[in-house]
């Protein structure tokens, strides 16, 4: 079984920073790709940045100068540094990983967690 388990979400006012951090854990031999996503009510879930095992980055252009993506292979962890934080950022952001484990390469999604940006 793997978990992915958020944390560092809250409310910020514009100009703000936040920094995301998401942990797998369980039976893992392995992880690919990691990125987060983020969901505004009543919008589908879009990608927000991505970053692989050896480190290539990507990033959504509404974020791109804004936010950092990282990870510690070491611990199993991705973060998202977010800086000068809008309204308009304000969505639950998911976590995501493309994890090897006993048997099968599959997806997994954190439970998400809450950015509210205060203008």
């Known amino acids: 079984q793997v978990q992915l388990v958020e944390s560092g979400g809250g409310l910020v006012q514009a100009g703000g920073s936040l920094r995301l951090s998401c942990a797998a854990s369980?039976?893992?031999?392995?992880?690919?790709?990691m990125g987060w996503y983020r969901q505004a009510p009543g919008k589908q879930r879009n990608l927000v940045a991505t970053i692989t095992s050896g480190g290539s980055t990507s990033y959504a252009d509404s974020v791109k100068g804004r936010f950092t993506i990282s990870r510690d292979n070491a611990k199993n962890t991705v973060y998202l540094q977010m800086n000068s934080l809008k309204p308009e950022d304000t969505a639950v952001y998911y976590c995501?990983?493309?994890?090897?484990?006993?048997?099968?390469?599959?997806?997994?999604w954190g439970q998400g967690t809450q950015v509210t940006v205060s203008s």
């Open positions: 995501n990983a493309d994890i090897l484990v006993p048997g099968r390469m599959g997806g997994y």
């Open positions: 369980g039976s893992i031999f392995s992880i690919n790709a």
